[in-house]
């Protein structure tokens, strides 16, 4: 791999990876134009232009509220968004390795079962978001040809992941607390579900690694995650631990999911060894410097 195209790269995980890249693969020539995917005419162009080795499609409505309270337009971006990509690379660049991140929120319902979804476990897909993402895996794999991996990753966060987001949504919240510019009340939706936290540079560091995995059968699929889920309330804990300002918790009704699942986990096993990859990074050093960013802002 000599030329990559990263979609999304001015996101929170887009600008990680870039930064991960330089550092890790300073041979990849990484063009990351800011585009509109749903643009099928200007996403022809720029693949027949580029004719990139690799395609990493990370670009999408990424959070969960958002894709729910805007549906359509999350369905316009993350579906044919998506295909007008993968469409666009079989006309132009069919040698083109194409590496769609999805979510691990397509399992949805599969969690229940209460043991470890693996990439045989049929999606289930509840949210508007998940369901987004679980379409556009089907039509991709229904395109004959598409040099296509498919990751689904478990919840990541770190320094820069917006507060629409659990983590930051907490490390924001202290940090306004310890500035004086919020009363030292600090509000937050069910502490008892448990989710599978990664380190958003230890996700950046399996995309990497998938970009030049040497053999894989088009449409396979890798679970990207710690391996162990955490409770968000011991999350918060060691937040609240790293502050010296008394702060109460409240819950929030408003804060509260409609299709909320316990615990969802995730079996890592095939990308750990797939990959010959494996988390790095401490909860309590990505928790630290979230905080830390927040207090900066």
């Known amino acids: 791999m000599t030329r990559l195209l990263l979609t999304g790269g001015s996101g929170f995980v887009g600008q990680h990876l870039q930064r991960h890249l330089r550092q890790a693969a300073p041979e990849v020539d990484v063009f990351a134009p800011t585009l509109d995917i749903t643009d099928a005419h200007a996403i022809n162009r720029l693949i027949e232009a580029a004719k990139p080795d690799a395609l990493l499609h990370l ?149 990497a690694a998938a970009l030049t995995l040497p053999d894989f059968v088009p449409g396979e699929i890798l679970n990207i995650g710690a391996g162990a889920t955490q409770r968000i309330g011991d999350m918060l804990e060691i937040l609240l631990g790293l502050s010296k300002a008394r702060i109460r918790v409240k819950t929030d009704p408003a804060k509260q999911r409609p299709s909320e699942i316990p615990a969802a986990e995730i079996s890592t096993t095939r990308a750990r060894a797939r990959l010959g990859w494996a988390p790095r990074i401490p909860i309590h050093e990505t928790l630290a410097e979230t905080l830390d960013f927040w207090r900066a802002e």
């Open 59 to 207: 670009a999408a409505i990424s959070t969960p509220a958002e894709a729910a309270n805007a549906p359509d337009r999350a369905w316009a971006v993350n579906v044919q968004g998506t295909l007008n990509l993968a469409q666009a690379v079989l006309a132009h660049a069919p040698a083109c390795r194409f590496v769609f991140i999805s979510s691990a929120e397509v399992y949805g319902r599969a969690f229940l079962a209460g043991t470890p979804v693996t990439e045989e476990t049929p999606p289930e897909p509840l949210t508007p978001y998940a369901k987004t993402k679980a379409e556009a895996e089907a039509a991709l794999t229904a395109l004959p040809g598409l040099k296509l991996l498919r990751l689904r990753p478990a919840n990541h966060t770190g320094p820069g992941q917006a507060p629409g987001f659990v983590v930051p949504a907490f490390a924001q919240q202290i940090a306004r607390i310890e500035a004086g510019l919020q009363l030292p009340i600090l509000a937050t939706g069910n502490l008892d579900v448990k989710r599978n936290f990664l380190d958003v540079r230890d996700v950046c560091a399996a995309y």
